[in-house]
């Protein structure tokens, strides 16, 4: 609209159309042109729309005929004034070129009337040249000062005043309804919503009704040249950045209170820290925003960065442990892994620091960084610390019984679920075998932190690209060899006194000892002089260092990141655990394990005790056998019953089983019978060069022997008890067992639980041994009666003959493959990692037995497979019950033979039961119950080679490498038994 009142309108259209510019004067006298004078009368109409135009139609003067020069002067200057006109108040007018004087005039510029007749302008030679494109940057535009002025072509263009015009319009020709809304200041509109991006109140926006939420000061509001439409998308950004500012502020203020964990705290002041360095970066370098693109700009940088922190907050609730909060911060990581650059280094270094407590202890648990604080030991009953535990280790057997131990033990829930389980058993074992050595050799270098500290332990940190990781494989492998070169060069006489290296250490140090009393005054007033200064120096700022502000200041000011890393150069999320972890602790692992394994054969004599087992729990000792069988069966020994009047006149007493009516023994017969029998077998062993190095620990001038062996009575329930009373049972025998207490540096690999399978072996064995006795006494005393020419009959031979073969048969099944072959396979393994533990390299030739674990468990393993072969597991019972009937039969027939055999001798007996069963009837009650047991055992055979796939790992290397698999063993007792399948046949 003109500045004179006339209802003007003027279009701009664009270049191309410039000679038919349409010029719309309501007031003033135009032209008469063709596209003057009827555009003219057609907008003059007042009842129509004044933007609505009519048909438009020919001139007098032809419909083509050109226009001339001086018209198209006139409108370019119209046009001209109209953009003056139109500009805003601040805009600088738009200044026309100016020619030099020399320059020749264009066709433009000459007078169309010279010489009476127009000029063509198609005709004219002389083409006005192109003007240059103008050289337009985002710095001019940012500054405001454009490097060429130009002339608008649309109205948006003309300025923010002329777009504020158009919004005003009472007709509101752009119908978006912003007539009535108030345009604010734009600078403070700008500022305002900075504040609301940060979470603070300003001038246009305030907390009301004491509530926390922002709200605008009026209800409707925009900026010059902008509809509140544009402005809502960006209020509403901003509003949403301010509640996420302030929920994070919220979370870090209660953080402290409600997650008082280590990586809570962690967690909370990384995310105080992020906080601090936007609202600081804000504050100085983005406070003044020149347009609203740059204030949107710097949201959306704000909102990037918090967005995965807002992410956590809903899952970080009260009460949640490290370990979760870790895995939290873990996946989070991971999930913008494959954002921009600036996201993903953030969450990467949230993520170390995070996690950093949990390391720490990590470190201290396996013994690259000193332990703070007190000491966490065994006497810690009850307590935890990390993903450690000290609690009674309880042991069970298949038949419920329990052992309880006091032992370090693995919290899974306490570790973090991302890392693999073969790394957290790694990093457990290692720290527990560590402090093993820190009990029981205080003087051994791994125990003194000094000397791992001495050969530079690397540091476990988050590490993310291969490089790193290769680095990290070399430094560990370093400090592996450097760190067995110490514990070599501490064996070879070097002193490893704690007090006499520090005080080296600090003798060593320049100006370490206190010298000032040695001082004169002069001396001390410069030492106090130079301490002054150097106390009064500012205190060092680590700001610009820390890496994670600086990659957040980067990311607002938009920082171009010099070396992007690839995605090919990281590995896989899953796998980063094991390569930042499980180097360290592998390295740390094969030095500790193979010091302890070294210690435990050598200083604690480890394969002598495991010796002793297997003479003496496993009666693999002959002599013992012997004099074991003798003392508790043979009938011609000497009483060790105490009787009136009657003086024991013997030093070789038994206790007769089977050949007395009053049973149980007493203690003291027990005490006499049985006195000596494990400590000559042992020494006997000894003297014939039997045991390699029993040497040193049987000492005939010692009173007892490792471990307190002995033998003692076994704790039973009175079902048991009632059993035990009767001497013709199978049971009366199973009150007796060896008493063994392993030393507890031996803990490690005789557990209380291999105690009880060796307890539950021996039992049977003794069971076993008994019955051996009892069939061997039976072909005596049958050969007895044909000598005084009793028949003993057809069935009576029969059953002797059958049951010697039997109970033969399976004692050697017993003794020789069940006990013997999985026995030999142990001792084998034993030699390899003695001669792998005698070799200086780390290398080892034994693929399995690499820790006291892993020895622990092939231990475990060997006595599972003895006890499998001796048919004493849970699931064997029907099996055992089987077996125990026949013995049980067996029994009874030999008690009828005895008591027949001492009726012809015409001896009194302690009862006066006769022999009432008939023999062909316990003859074939016998063979029936062999036939059974032989065709289970052929079952079991058969179910063995059909479920080989299905056994775990150990047990199927065990079979594929010594053959001593279910179905081999068993077909084995089966060869024994019947050969020639004699029961089986009908």
């Known amino acids: 609209m003109a500045s004179d009142g006339s209802d003007e309108y003027v279009f701009a259209i664009p270049n191309f159309w410039q000679p038919s510019k349409l010029l719309l004067d309501l007031g003033a006298e135009a032209p008469s042109t063709f596209f003057a004078n009827d555009l003219t009368n057609t907008l003059s109409k007042t009842d129509s729309d004044p933007f609505a135009l009519d048909p438009l139609s020919p001139t007098h003067d032809g419909f083509f005929k050109l226009l001339p020069l001086h018209d198209t002067q006139i409108e370019r200057a119209e046009t001209d004034s109209f953009n003056t006109s139109t500009a805003s108040p601040d805009s600088e007018p738009i200044e026309q070129p100016e020619r030099s004087p020399n320059e020749p005039p264009t ?589 040193r620990l049987f000492d005939k001038e010692k009173s007892g022997l490792p471990g307190d062996m002995s033998f003692a009575i076994r704790d039973l329930s009175e079902e048991e008890i009632a059993k035990c009373t009767n001497p013709d049972n199978l049971e009366a025998l199973d009150f007796l067992r060896l008493s063994y207490t392993a030393p507890p540096q031996l803990s490690p690999i005789i557990t209380p639980m291999n105690l009880l399978q060796y307890d539950g072996i021996f039992k049977f064995l003794l069971r076993v041994l008994r019955m051996t006795f009892v069939v061997n006494q039976l072909f005596r005393d049958t050969n007895s009666l044909a000598r005084d020419w009793e028949d003993p009959g057809d069935a009576t031979l029969r059953f002797v003959k059958e049951a010697q073969h039997f109970v033969a048969s399976v004692s050697t099944y017993f003794l020789d493959t069940g006990i013997a072959v999985p026995w030999r396979v142990f001792e084998r393994k034993l030699d390899k990692v003695e001669a792998d533990l005698q070799r200086p390299s780390m290398s080892s030739s034994s693929e399995d037995i690499q820790s006291p674990d892993k020895l622990q468990e092939f231990h475990s393993l060997v006595l599972d497979r003895i006890m499998l072969a001796l048919f004493l597991r849970k699931r064997q019972q029907p099996v055992l019950k089987l077996l125990e009937d026949i013995f049980n039969t067996i029994l009874r027939f030999a008690k009828n033979v005895r008591l027949k055999w001492l009726e012809t001798q015409g001896e009194e007996t302690d009862t006066q039961t006769k022999a009432e069963a008939d023999p062909s009837a316990l003859y074939a009650e016998f063979k029936r119950k062999v036939q059974i047991f032989i065709t289970v055992c052929r079952s079991l055979s058969e179910k063995a080679r059909r479920t080989d796939g299905k056994r775990g790992r150990e047990e199927r290397i065990f079979k594929e490498q010594y053959g001593t698999g279910d179905d081999s063993m068993v077909a084995q007792l089966l060869v024994k038994l019947d050969m020639f399948d004699y029961y089986l046949k009908r």
Request: aromatic share 8%; charged share 25%; glycine share 6%.
């Open 107 to 695: 066709a433009l510029d000459s007078d169309d009337n010279e010489g009476g007749e127009e000029n063509d302008i198609w005709l004219d030679p002389r083409i006005p040249a192109k003007p240059k494109p103008s050289h337009r940057t985002w710095n001019g535009f940012l500054s405001g000062n454009p490097a060429t002025k130009f002339q608008p072509m649309t109205v948006s263009e003309a300025g923010p005043a002329a777009y504020d015009a158009l919004l005003r319009s009472p007709n509101d020709p752009m119908k978006l309804r912003n007539t009535d809304v108030p345009v604010v200041d734009t600078k403070t509109y700008l500022s305002s919503l900075l504040a609301l991006a940060l979470g603070g109140e300003s001038v246009l926006f305030t907390r009301k009704d004491g509530t926390q939420s922002l709200r605008p000061a009026l209800p409707k509001m925009r900026a010059s040249g902008y509809s509140s439409h544009v402005l809502q998308a960006l209020e509403n950004k901003c509003l949403r950045c301010g509640n996420t500012l302030m929920g994070l502020r919220a979370f870090v203020d209660s953080a402290f209170l409600e997650h008082p964990s280590r990586c809570g705290v962690a967690l909370a002041s990384t995310i105080n820290q992020v906080l601090q360095v936007v609202q600081e970066w804000v504050a100085f370098h983005g406070r003044n925003p020149r347009s609203l693109l740059q204030l949107q700009a710097t949201v959306n940088s704000v909102v990037a960065i918090l967005r995965p922190f807002k992410a956590l907050m809903p899952h970080v609730r009260h009460g949640i442990s490290d370990e979760d909060i870790l895995n939290l911060v873990f996946h989070q990581a991971y999930s913008v892994d494959n954002n921009e650059e600036y996201l993903r280094q953030i969450m990467r270094e949230v993520l170390r620091r995070v996690s950093r407590p949990w390391i720490e202890f990590l470190e201290e648990w396996i013994g690259t960084r000193r332990e703070q604080g007190l000491p966490f030991t065994k006497s810690n009953l009850g307590e935890s610390k990390g993903f450690v535990k000290v609690e009674a280790r309880v042991f069970r057997d298949d038949f419920g019984r329990e052992l309880a131990e006091v032992d370090y033990m693995l919290d899974p829930t306490k570790m973090p679920p991302f890392m693999p389980e073969d790394v957290t058993e790694t990093i457990f074992e290692t720290g527990r075998n560590l402090r093993f050595i820190r009990s029981f050799h205080e003087d051994h270098p791994l125990a003194q932190q000094d000397v791992i500290a001495s050969s530079d332990p690397p540091q476990a940190k988050w590490l993310y690209d291969w490089d790193a990781i290769l680095r990290l494989e070399s430094r560990a492998v370093a400090y592996r060899d450097s760190l067995v070169d110490a514990i070599r060069s501490s064996r070879d006489g070097y002193s490893l006194d704690p007090m006499a290296g520090s005080v080296q250490s600090l003798a060593d140090k320049p100006g370490s000892i206190l010298s000032f009393f040695g001082l004169d005054q002069i001396g001390m007033e410069e030492r106090i002089a130079a301490s002054i200064e150097q106390f009064a120096q500012p205190v060092a700022t680590h700001d610009s260092e820390d890496t994670l502000s600086r990659i957040v200041r980067d990311r607002l000011s938009g920082t171009h990141i010099s070396t992007i890393e690839l995605s090919n150069s990281t590995p896989h999320w899953t796998l980063l655990p094991v390569l930042s972890f499980g180097v360290i602790a592998s390295a740390q692992a094969q030095v500790v394990n193979k010091e302890t394994l070294k210690l435990l054969f050598t200083e604690h004599y480890l394969r002598d005790h495991l010796r002793l087992q297997r003479e003496c729990q496993l009666l693999g000792n002959g002599l013992l056998c012997s004099r074991l069988s003798h003392a508790l069966f043979d009938p011609s020994m000497d009483t060790a019953e105490r009787r009136s009047g009657v003086a024991r006149n013997s030093t070789v007493m038994g206790l007769r089983l089977g050949g007395r009516d009053n049973w149980p023994p007493a203690s003291s017969e027990l005490r006499l019978a049985l006195m000596g029998i494990l400590s000559e077998c042992c020494n006997a062993n000894q003297d014939n060069g039997r045991v390699e190095s029993s040497g």
